[in-house]
């Protein structure tokens, strides 16, 4: 086994943990858990202990992501059970496959690999993401179950940037502190910090570069 697989295997409890605050909305666990699991392995991939931060810190609002991408692509619309087991086999087929590879597999491969012709994959990938329809009657087709907000997310997210906001040097940290925490303008910050609006406005956009590279 080679280390991202070690890597992702110890941290399969970050996944468990995250589909937890999804459970009963909409979406069969499996889905969760796949989407989680590519998550956490784009975490893997993406970590730099660089960054100042803990794994976990790093990759919760990662796994996070994917699993609410899961819900704003249809993950909870209702399909043939045909395609719902094919999907779900494509996504076992492709974190595996990324997990040996590196890289997202083609169709062509996810077709040798689970003996289906590509026609059928297509049909497949395409039903799980029809459009939703949010005010559908409970008993329509396409009728989904939208997730609230969750409070622990949230806070997970804030602690998440709170970590990541520490890796930047005290220039940084206090323009971030200024335009964002106490909600200067750039023109006030500049006057603060005996710097220009434009240079602040430069300076801003790398650091908002930099925090979404870390936060993947």
Same mark, same amino acid.
Request: a positive charge; charged letters at 30%; proline letters at 0%.
């Given at each position: 086994m080679t280390e991202r697989e070690n890597a992702v295997n110890r941290n399969l409890g970050l996944v468990r943990a995250c589909c937890k605050r999804f459970k009963d909305r909409g979406v069969e666990y499996?889905?969760?858990?796949?989407?989680?699991?590519?998550?956490?392995?784009?975490?893997?991939?993406?970590?730099d202990t660089s960054y100042g931060v803990k794994f976990s810190t790093y990759a919760v609002p990662v796994i996070l992501g994917e699993i609410k991408r899961l819900f704003r692509d249809g993950g909870a619309v209702k399909v043939s059970r045909n395609l719902k087991e094919l999907s779900l086999k494509i996504k076992k087929f492709s974190i595996e496959f990324q997990l040996k590879n590196g890289r997202e597999p083609s169709i062509t491969e996810i077709s040798e690999g689970l003996g289906e012709s590509a026609e059928k994959l297509c049909e497949a990938l395409n039903a799980s993401r029809l459009p939703l329809s949010l005010t559908a009657d409970s008993d329509d087709d396409r009728a989904v179950d939208i997730p609230t907000e969750d409070i622990a997310e949230k806070l997970t997210e804030k602690l998440a940037l709170r970590d990541v906001i520490k890796t930047l040097n005290s220039n940084d940290r206090k323009i971030i502190e200024?335009?964002?925490?106490?909600?200067?303008?750039?023109?006030?910050?500049?006057?603060? *910090? $005996?710097?220009?609006?434009?240079?602040?406005?430069?300076?801003?956009?790398?650091?908002?570069?930099?925090?979404?590279?870390? *936060? $993947?």
């Open positions: 499996d889905d969760l858990y796949s989407a989680g699991c590519l998550g956490l392995v784009k975490a893997v991939d993406n970590f200024l335009r964002y925490y106490k909600h200067m303008t750039q023109t006030k910050t500049a006057e603060r *910090l $005996g710097m220009t609006q434009v240079q602040i406005s430069r300076r801003e956009k790398k650091i908002l570069n930099e925090l979404r590279l870390k *936060l $993947g």
